[in-house]
């Protein structure tokens, strides 16, 4: 029998298990250039214990299992690299519990930020944490996602309070709680936050809210180097200044999205920077923020607090991607996001864009100058074996600058398949713990196997 079979036997809904051609071909790829698997099958689970029992099954036959939210992962984590069961979450996705009182809310692993968002808002509360894309709260978890808003809130993982998981044996396994804090034994929470389905499939969460600042005003600002407008980014933060986001663009990721969007800025590089705070609190904050950026040269220097020129402003930033790949129809794109300690943020762009231009390879920079994490966006020809090495050669180096400089391969996006031999690189002499660990939870390697540990 087929792995499908076997599986409506389960789940007796042909609605929701399946091996079409085109279902198959919508769980065998995530947007990057990483090459397309199929699974042998797709299965929509809807509650807990069906997602137990897919993966008894799974574990007992010796059927990979990997875990599918929205499919936006940027290194390959949902890729079937081995085949087996592709097991789509995006059906378990209510939102449990909005907890006002504790600034907490449970959901299942299907929910996406946007629709936390939607739910929270209303009470004057927010999930603030924003990978750009309208992902799964599971997915982000597994991958310990971050983003725009870091400098301020942090990522995931200081958002998680408790999970619901399910092992590969299918037992199912609560850790955390919903106190705030806890010293009861080891965090495994933390844990399974960021082992990329391969420890684990996550089920349900309760993570922390915050309310939505009374005031919010963005400011925008050119600046005559990416030195300049990082020096402008570390002095926010070493004033103290309530920043939210804090976001760099260079000059050529600028250009971009003045031919993608229409706009007219300045091509230069470019501070994005969100406040929030009390209503009498944010103008001083303002007026500290663009007496920092003047002091470093800026110019074109705008602020808006009106919630729709606000979201503008955001969406610009968002769309800087598309605007890369605009430049280049039919090219693929490889996004590096090594971070470093702020204080070696400047150079380490620089050294980024020298090799850009030695590799010749177009590609912009963009950078949470907050918090030492920038992405090199740049394009090649999947099907030029010399672009495909040049893009590779560009993302080795990178990493061995980040880690010179005492950082790391990887600030958000995850190790999944193509970043594992940098993990190599990064924590070799850890990797036989991490392997023990692996071991304990999954002995039988079904999930998401070829993922975040190089091969014995």
Request: aromatic share 4%; glycine share 8%; hydrophobic share 45%.
């Given at each position: 029998m087929s792995v499908a079979t076997d599986l409506l036997q389960l789940i007796p809904d042909e609605r929701r298990v399946g091996d079409g051609e085109?279902?198959?071909?919508?769980?065998?790829?995530?947007?990057?250039?990483?090459?397309?698997?199929?699974?042998?099958?797709?299965?929509?689970?809807?509650?807990?214990?069906?997602v137990a029992a897919v993966l008894r099954?799974?574990?007992?036959?010796?059927?990979?299992?990997v875990p599918f939210g929205a499919g936006t992962s940027l290194e390959?984590?949902?890729?079937?690299?081995?085949?087996?069961?592709?097991?789509?979450?995006?059906?378990?996705?209510?939102?449990?519990?909005?907890?006002?009182?504790?600034?907490?809310?449970?959901?299942q692993a299907g929910v996406t930020r946007g629709q936390l968002k939607d739910a929270a808002g209303p009470h004057g509360l927010d999930f603030p944490v924003d990978p750009g894309a309208d992902a799964t709260l599971g997915g982000m978890a597994a991958t310990n996602a971050s983003g725009t808003t870091t400098v301020r809130y942090g990522g995931m993982r200081a958002h998680v309070l408790a999970l619901e998981v399910v092992l590969a044996d299918g037992r199912v396994i609560r850790t955390g709680s919903r106190?705030?804090?806890?010293?009861?034994?080891?965090?495994?929470?933390?844990?399974?936050?960021?082992?990329?389905?391969?420890?684990?499939?996550?089920?349900?969460l309760t993570l922390r809210?915050?309310?939505?600042?009374?005031?919010?005003?963005?400011?925008?600002?050119?600046f005559p180097s990416i030195e300049a407008?990082?020096?402008?980014?570390?002095?926010?933060?070493?004033?103290?200044?309530?920043?939210?986001?804090?976001?760099?663009?260079?000059s050529r990721t600028i250009a971009a999205l003045n031919a993608f969007k229409g706009t007219e800025f300045p091509e230069a590089p470019y501070l994005f920077v969100e406040l929030g705070g009390s209503a009498s609190g944010v103008p001083g904050d303002l007026a500290t923020t663009l007496e920092l950026l003047e002091e470093e040269g800026a110019t074109a220097i705008e602020?808006?607090?009106?919630?729709?020129?606000?979201?503008?402003?955001?969406?610009?930033?968002?769309?800087?991607?598309?605007?890369?790949?605009?430049?280049?129809?039919?090219?693929k794109h490889m996004s590096t996001d090594v971070a470093v300690p702020v204080s070696q943020l400047a150079a380490s762009m620089?050294?980024?864009?020298?090799?850009?231009?030695?590799?010749?390879?177009n590609g912009g920079i963009v950078g949470h100058a907050g918090d030492g994490n920038y992405h090199v966006a740049f394009l090649f020809d999947p099907d030029d074996a010399d672009s495909l090495a040049r893009a590779k050669a560009l993302n080795a180096a990178l990493v061995e600058d980040a880690l010179a400089r005492g950082g790391t391969s990887t600030g958000e996006h995850g190790v999944g398949i193509g970043k594992i031999e940098y993990l190599q690189r990064e924590h070799g002499d850890l990797i036989p713990l991490m392997r023990g660990i692996k071991g304990v939870l999954d002995p039988n390697g079904i999930l998401n196997p070829g993922k975040v540990l190089p091969p014995l």
């Open positions: 085109s279902l198959l071909d919508q769980h065998s790829a995530d947007l990057t250039y990483h090459a397309p698997r199929r699974p042998d099958a797709v299965v929509f689970p809807e509650t807990t214990e069906e099954y799974a574990n007992e036959a010796g059927v990979p299992v390959g984590h949902v890729i079937p690299v081995a085949g087996g069961i592709s097991l789509d979450l995006t059906r378990m996705n209510r939102i449990l519990e909005v907890s006002v009182p504790d600034l907490a809310a449970t959901v106190a705030v804090k806890t010293s009861a034994g080891y965090n495994l929470t933390h844990l399974f936050v960021g082992s990329e389905g391969t420890l684990g499939v996550i089920t349900e809210l915050h309310p939505i600042p009374e005031s919010i005003v963005v400011a925008r600002a050119a407008a990082c020096r402008a980014a570390a002095a926010l933060v070493g004033a103290g200044v309530p920043v939210t986001r804090c976001e760099l663009l260079d602020a808006e607090s009106d919630p729709t020129e606000r979201a503008r402003i955001w969406e610009a930033r968002h769309q800087s991607l598309f605007a890369a790949l605009a430049l280049s129809p039919g090219s620089e050294h980024a864009r020298s090799l850009l231009g030695e590799l010749g390879l």
